[in-house]
């Protein structure tokens, strides 16, 4: 019970986040963005409070860490499937994570480029439910299309962001 709990709270706390992020959207897409690697980018005034690399060995990851802790709250890990590179993705990551520094929810940000490679796709959720990680972010249409097929009724709560409306 105290899982189910632990997820509402953070899918509440993403539905404030997503909110928020669509009525300031214009403002956060003029902002300056740091290039990770070749398909990432996320907002520079990040840097100042989130160590913000690509996962060694592997490119096609980036990992976003607080640099101090923001409350005495355990860290939530979050893993965030992108398709493929997109600007409105990248501005949609970085007003997730300044809402969440905002609302001081301490949360350690995986973001994979699985490229919509069933394997890639398969092996990052594994990876999130071995570890533990308390989200997984479909990030637009085609992750989501792809959670649906392939991870619906997972153990892990899933959030789309990004997406065309979902009814089937």
Not at 108 to 118: H, P, Q, R, S, V
Request: glycine fraction near 6%.
């Amino acid at each position: 019970m105290r899982t189910l709990d632990r997820a509402r709270r953070l899918v509440a706390g993403f539905a404030t986040a997503a909110a928020i992020f669509v009525t300031t959207l214009p403002a956060a897409a003029s902002q300056s963005m740091l290039a990770v690697g070749t398909w990432f980018k996320i907002g520079t005034d990040l840097t100042r409070d989130w160590q913000i690399q690509s996962a060694p060995g592997d490119a096609r990851v980036v990992q976003v860490r607080p640099k101090r802790l923001l409350s005495s709250r355990p860290l939530r890990r979050v893993l965030v499937l992108y398709p493929r590179s997109s600007t409105a993705y990248d501005t949609a990551i970085t007003k997730m994570i300044e809402v969440f520094s905002d609302k001081r929810i301490d949360a350690e940000w995986t973001i994979n480029n699985f490229e919509l490679d069933i394997a890639r796709g398969q092996a990052a959720i594994a990876d999130a439910e071995t570890k533990n990680f308390d989200l997984i972010v479909a990030m637009g249409s085609e992750s989501t299309a792809w959670m649906w097929g392939n991870y619906r009724g997972g153990r892990l709560p899933v959030v789309s962001v990004c997406s065309k409306d979902p009814v089937l």
